[in-house]
């Protein structure tokens, strides 16, 4: 079992930063792939960024086109921790931020993931 627990959501204003943390316990987290997702009032649920990692070949990152450019996913498997900074934020990506575990690599479906965090609300005012 994993437990996943987000921090870091907020209020800002358009154009300005975040950085979300997830800290992960309970299982062995270099050998899951750490997506963070999303989902907005009214909409579904969608990815957003991924991590993975590999003993042999370090980690990957995967990004949503929305946010190529503006967000960067870390992660440090000494602290089992994850992170996504978000820079040049829109409007737009106002929504409830979920950390996510699942094992192999990382998907865009949501549905595939197996573990979830509670969740941290981004606001982000025009």
């Known amino acids: 079992q994993v437990q996943l627990v987000e921090s870091g959501g907020g209020l800002v204003q358009a154009g300005g930063s975040l950085t979300l ?3 992960a316990s309970g299982a062995t987290f270099s050998s899951y792939a ?3 997702l999303r989902q907005a009032p009214g909409k579904e649920r969608e990815f ?3 991590v993975t990692w590999s003993r042999w070949s370090g ?3 995967y990004y949503a086109d929305s946010v190529k450019g503006r967000f960067t996913i870390s992660r ?3 602290k089992n921790t994850v992170t996504l900074q978000m820079n040049s934020l829109k409007p737009e990506d106002t929504a409830v931020y979920y950390c996510a575990a699942r094992q192999g690599t990382y998907t865009t479906r949501p549905a595939t993931y197996d573990y979830w965090g509670q969740g941290t609300q981004v606001t982000v005012s025009s």
């Open 21 to 23: 943390s997830c800290l």
């Open 34 to 36: 750490m997506g963070w």
């Open 48 to 50: 957003v960024a991924a």
């Open 59 to 61: 980690g990957s990152t």
């Open 76 to 78: 440090d498997n000494a």
